[in-house]
């Protein structure tokens, strides 16, 4: 369901800017740089320098569409999508195979404040800010927001990580369009010419054309045997 990638995409330009990319400065939230795209942090990206590395990974979930009722017609739907954004503060770790980067695996309350500072920076940026406002366009309205912590407490496991999982609905693929299909075309269209959100959409824009209907020629209209009917003809 492009919608619900679109989603994503979209949720990336807010949480990490274009803009503070190419500047190198001016990022949102204490993620900084660090906001990645359905994949974890490499080692090399972590600063070994600082107790930990907050970072933001965003994963599509789940999406879905249904009729909005058992009257309703094939197009009146409605479209569903969760969108994962987890919070962490990375770091480096070892085992027999060498180093992998995992979560802070302390109860460390400053640490904890850190991570309860970026979730809310993730919050007011998609659904308060101006610049949320491209997010906004793809959401009709949050449904809730789930915070799942990554613990073991009966061993008194706990990781300085949080998944955020927003259930939203969406607006349902439109694929009356030529291209990208609504509403990915319109985000495609907001989005910064050298965002990388753009440069994934762009990825897919040839793969999409639209299906040409065959010209109205004309219009029979028959009205029983008791009345004429006619004939209409398009030029």
């Not at 919608?3 to 995409?9: C, D, F, I, S, V």
């Not at 949480?15 to 740089?33: D, I, S």
């Not at 919050?123 to 959401?139: F, H, K, N, P």
């Amino acid at each position: 369901m492009l919608a619900a990638e679109a989603l994503r995409l979209a949720a990336i330009e807010v949480l990490r800017p274009t803009a503070a990319v190419e500047a190198g400065e001016g990022f949102p939230t204490l993620a900084g740089l660090n906001v990645l795209d359905s994949r974890e942090i490499a080692v090399q990206d972590i600063d070994r320098d600082k107790p930990y590395t907050p970072i933001l990974v965003l994963h599509t979930a789940e999406a879905g569409v249904a009729l909005r009722g058992a009257l309703s017609s094939a197009e009146d739907t409605a479209a569903n999508a969760a969108l994962d954004i987890v919070a962490e503060l990375a770091v480096v770790e070892n085992d027999k195979d060498g180093e992998f980067a995992d979560a802070l695996a302390a109860s460390d309350p400053e640490a904890r404040l850190v991570l309860a500072a970026l979730c809310s920076q993730v919050r007011y940026l998609l659904e308060r800010s101006q610049a949320g406002g491209l997010w906004r366009r793809l959401v009709r309205r949050i449904v809730n927001i789930e915070y799942q912590p990554f613990e073991v407490p009966n061993i008194g496991m706990r990781w300085q990580r949080i998944t955020m999982r927003f259930h939203c609905e969406i607006r349902d693929d439109d694929f009356e369009v030529e291209g990208l299909p609504e509403p990915m075309a319109t985000v495609y269209a907001a989005l910064p010419s050298q965002s990388y959100a753009k440069a994934k959409l762009a990825s897919l824009a040839s793969h999409f054309s639209r299906d040409v209907l065959p010209r109205l020629e004309g219009v029979d209209v028959d009205t029983g045997d008791n009345m004429p009917g006619f004939k209409v003809d398009f030029p």
